[in-house]
C-alpha cells in the first residue's frame, strides 16, 4: 500500500503542477489516481499528518537557513531603542499605522524598561498603504538627525491617516529640521531602503506586522509580555 501511495502521490502532484504535467494522464487514469489517494488517506490518516509534518520541518530548515543568510542585515541600518550594547537583539518589523503594532508598544516599553540587556532595532514595514510609505520615509529620514525615536513616538500617537502635514507640525514641534527632512524623505535611498526591508522581511517568513525576530524565534503579531520574556530568556541561553 505504502509503494502504491507514494505512486498515487507523485502523481497526484502531476495532477496539479500545471497544464503540462496533467495532460500526461486520461481522465480514467485521473480518477483512478484520486480514488486511490482518498482509500488510502480513509484506511490511514496518519498518512495526511505524516506528510503536514514533514512539510512543516522542510519549511522550517528553509527559515532556518533564510535566517543565517540575512543575520549581518537584520541587525544593521535601523534605528536602535533599548540598550545599543545589549546582549540579546531584538528585530522589530511594523507599520506606523497597524492596530496591533500599536497595542504591542506598552508590551515592548515594559520589557525594555525592565531588562537592560535587550537591543531593539526597528524595521519600517509599510504595508498598509500610501501613509504608510509617507510614515516610514520621515522615520528613516529623521534617523539621518538623530531624531527617529521622537518622530516615531509623534506619528505612533497620531490618527492613522498620516499625512505630511502631520509630519511636518511633529518635526517642527520636536526641533527637527523640517526642509531638511522633507528633502530627505525625496530620496531614492530611502526608498531603497524601505524596499529592502520588505524584502528582508519576505525572505525569513514575515508575513504581517507588528513581527519580531529574537534569536532564532520569529515571533508573529501583539503578543503578551511573558512571550517576550520567554523568547528573550532562550536567545540568551542559545548565546
Known sequence: ???????????????TGGAAHADKFTPAQREEIVAIVRD?????????RDAINALKADEG???????????????????VAGNPQGDVTIVEFFDTRCP??????????????????????????????PPSVL????????????????????????????????IKEAAERLGLDWPRLARDMDDPAIQTQIEENLKLAQAIGVHGTPAMLIGDTLLPGAVDLQELRKA???ARKAR
Do not use: W
Open 1 to 15: 500500500m505504502l509503494k502504491i501511495m507514494c505512486f498515487a502521490m507523485a502523481c497526484l502532484a502531476g495532477l
Open 232 to 234: 528573550v530568556a532562550a
Open 100 to 129: 496591533y503594532c500599536h497595542r504591542l508598544e506598552p508590551v515592548m516599553a515594559k520589557l525594555l524598561a525592565e531588562d537592560h540587556g535587550v537591543r531593539l532595532v526597528y524595521k519600517d514595514l509599510p504595508i498598509l498603504g
Open 61 to 79: 530548515s528553509q527559515q532556518k537557513a533564510q535566517l543565517a543568510a540575512s543575520r549581518n542585515r537584520l541587525g544593521d541600518g535601523g534605528a
Open 40 to 48: 488510502a488517506l480513509m484506511e490511514d490518516p496518519s498518512i495526511l
Open 135 to 166: 510614515g516610514s520615509k520621515a522615520l528613516l529620514a529623521a534617523h539621518r538627525q538623530g531624531g527617529y525615536g521622537q518622530l516615531r513616538d509623534a506619528i505612533m500617537a497620531a490618527p492613522p491617516q498620516t499625512t505630511k502635514a502631520m
